[in-house]
């Protein structure tokens, strides 16, 4: 799967206190994006009525409540205490507890049905992320996952990175170092990390964003995103300069870029919750 030399507990706690603050620009930008992946996510785990159903990364809860629309009984966890709060205020319905991925704080084989929404990339330890997933899944249990798929494929993402190497940015120093961003974009890895998983299928989902302006597709980008904000926001004002005229140009006027999704299920064994 590969191995990075970077300080774990030191990138976890960075991303968690990037989505502390970017809970608002998060639910204004990506919500109406990941809300399309909500359907097939939810189709792919089997979740309908009578399924317990753990939400992990619930964001502002958006896919959680789809769940509970179905008829399923519903936790939604996150380690941003800002993001809980906002999903608790337009979710009463559903059950917003804190819970770090890497160790769930739930017995095993205690849901049916797993859902994660573009979760991966931000933890420096995907692979006892998973682990847990199959942890607390019953046997014959779904796994349901999300990850966006390579830059130049969703290029709404893509025109910002490629911004950022035209203006030859470097990372700024207090940028703990972290994984690859789209190391799991590559479907042989996305497999690999769910090799304990039986019946593992990678299905690519497309559509095309409208976002009218590239202002708004700018602030869309740096107020909803953690590491790519921070690529940004913390450059001296004259790389910022460079990375905005490079993203006006590289946009050059368009009003809509393709979204590209990897989605990826699997069904847990029966020792996996072992």
Do not use: C
């Amino acid at each position: 799967m590969g191995s990075w030399d970077i300080d774990a507990d030191a990138f976890n706690a960075f991303e968690v206190a990037g989505w502390e603050r970017q809970v608002a620009g998060y639910e204004d930008f990506f919500v109406p994006i990941t809300a399309r992946l909500a359907a097939p996510l939810l189709d792919a785990a089997a979740v309908g009525r009578g399924s317990a159903v753990l939400d992990v990364a619930t964001g502002p809860g958006h896919i959680a409540a789809a769940a509970a629309r179905r008829g399923a009984t519903v936790i939604g966890v996150d380690v941003a205490e800002g993001m809980l709060a906002r999903a608790r205020e337009a979710h009463p319905e559903v059950t917003f507890l804190r819970g770090d991925a890497e160790a769930l704080p739930f017995d095993d084989g205690a849901f049916d049905a797993v859902v994660v929404g573009f979760l991966l990339l931000h933890l420096a330890r995907p692979e006892r992320a998973v682990a847990e997933f199959g942890r607390v899944l019953r046997p014959g249990g779904r796994v349901a996952l999300t990850m966006w798929d390579f830059p130049d494929r969703s290029r709404f993402l893509g025109v910002l990175l490629d911004a950022i190497a035209e203006a030859g940015a470097e990372p700024p120093p207090d940028l703990p170092p972290g994984p690859p961003i789209f190391r799991f974009s590559d479907e042989e890895q996305l497999a690999g990390l769910l090799e304990r998983f039986d019946e593992v299928e990678i299905q690519t989902v497309e559509f095309p964003l409208r976002f009218g302006s590239t202002d708004v597709l700018w602030r869309g980008l740096l107020g909803g995103t953690v590491r790519l904000s921070v690529l940004v926001l913390r450059q001296p004002s004259e790389v910022q300069e460079r990375i905005r005229a490079a993203f006006d140009r590289i946009v050059g006027g368009a009003e809509e870029l393709p979204v590209s999704v990897k989605l990826a299920t699997g069904v847990a064994r029966a020792s996996a919750a072992t």
